[in-house]
């Protein structure tokens, strides 16, 4: 059974950085569909970033280019580069994977991830 575990949230000011990591033990294949999530208190889970089994990445318009998705296939890890970071991305944020895709098809819907972690918490100070 596949499980993913989210690290490197924490508590930054509004301008800083942050390096999100997410590794998959178990039976995962490598290059599978992943993607990040975040959901922000009071508010529903949205898309961030993803990425697809064949290293097509997207993210959500609005985030204006501050956050880049990438992974390692040998070492089963994605990540996520978060720069400038504001207030606004306080959230938790969860990494999440699928069983196959379709060639450049980056899935933004959680729906069609059906392999969650636990979040990892990310607390943006004004």
């Known amino acids: 059974q596949v499980q993913l575990l989210e690290s490197g949230g924490g508590l930054v000011q509004a301008g800083d950085s942050l390096r999100l990591s997410c590794v998959a033990s178990?039976?995962?294949?490598?290059?599978?569909?992943m993607a990040w999530f975040r959901q922000a208190p009071g508010k529903e889970r949205e898309f961030v970033a993803g990425i697809s089994y064949d290293g097509v990445t997207g993210d959500a318009g609005s985030l204006k280019g501050r956050f880049t998705i990438s992974r390692d296939n040998g070492k089963n890890s994605l990540f996520l580069e978060m720069n400038s970071l504001e207030p606004e991305d306080t959230a938790v944020y969860y990494c999440a994977a699928r069983r196959g895709g379709s060639f450049r098809v980056v899935y933004i819907r959680d729906y069609d991830y059906a392999i969650w972690g636990q979040g990892t918490q990310v607390t943006v100070s004004s």
């Open positions: 178990g039976r995962i294949i490598g290059g599978d569909p």
